[in-house]
């Protein structure tokens, strides 16, 4: 596709379930990154994934959080027995190679409400 | 611990007026960001900043890159309605590591 693209683009879950949020970048795009955004906040950074690389997970903030990537395609995030805080809008961006100065193309988010 | 700071956080502006947006960063990176990011809206990338003293415009937005001081400015010339928006600035991590570090953002208002 021609931008980066999320869905659900807005989940509504019950506490103690879990949720996969999907992204598939930007075709030929090998750096894949997984941001969260809490109401009114920045961004905090969770993981990102450079080709074949082991993925560098260290934003993610517990291990009720996963993702995984197959190559160079479509990420799934995966949060598991989802809590009240994990209310955000998480945010998919891809770029061209992680090591050129290329910027960040995002997608338009995945809003995550849990009642 | 890495840290982009930027300032204000929030600013409301007449239009017509100039000011500019501040953002400090914590380490030796070179390649600095800015986004801009729509109510509701994901962020759109504003401008790529790879060396010290560069400099680049866009309309009515202008941002610069000082790595000594580890500043970097968006200045905002004449400012118009269509302008308000929150602006984040961002910058890579350094050595090793490739996450893109955002500030808080500062939410712009450009009233009449």
């Known amino acids: 596709g021609a931008g980066v ?18 992204c598939d970048p930007i075709s030929g795009h090998t750096a894949l990154y997984w941001y969260r955004q809490r109401l009114g906040q920045g961004l905090e950074f969770l993981i990102y994934f450079q080709g074949n690389s082991a993925p560098d997970k260290s934003g993610l903030p517990s291990d009720r959080f996963s993702a995984e990537r197959t190559g160079e395609s479509v990420s799934t995030l995966t949060i598991q027995r989802t809590q009240q805080e994990d209310s955000a ?16 193309f995002f997608g338009e988010g995945s809003r995550l409400t849990v009642l | 611990e890495l840290k982009v700071e930027q300032n204000p956080l929030f600013l409301s502006m ?3 007026k100039n000011y500019t947006i501040y953002c400090n960063y914590s380490t030796t990176s070179d390649r600095l960001y800015w986004y801009r990011q729509d109510p509701g ?19 009515r937005l202008m941002a610069s890159l000082d790595t000594k001081a580890r500043l970097s400015t968006l200045h905002i010339t004449a400012a118009v309605h269509d302008l308000s928006a929150t602006y984040f600035c961002a910058e890579y991590s350094g050595a090793g590591s490739y996450q893109l570090t955002f500030g808080k953002g500062t939410k712009l208002s450009v009233i009449p």
């Open chain 1, 5 to 22: 693209s999320q869905s659900p683009s807005n989940k509504v879950t019950e506490k103690g379930k879990d949720v996969e949020l999907r």
């Open chain 2, 41 to 59: 809206k994901s962020l759109e990338s504003l401008f790529v900043l790879l060396s010290n003293g560069a400099v680049k415009q866009e309309g």
């Open chain 2, 14 to 16: 007449q239009e017509g």
């Open chain 1, 89 to 104: 809008v998480y945010l998919c961006a891809s770029s061209l190679w992680v090591r050129v100065a290329g910027e960040l």
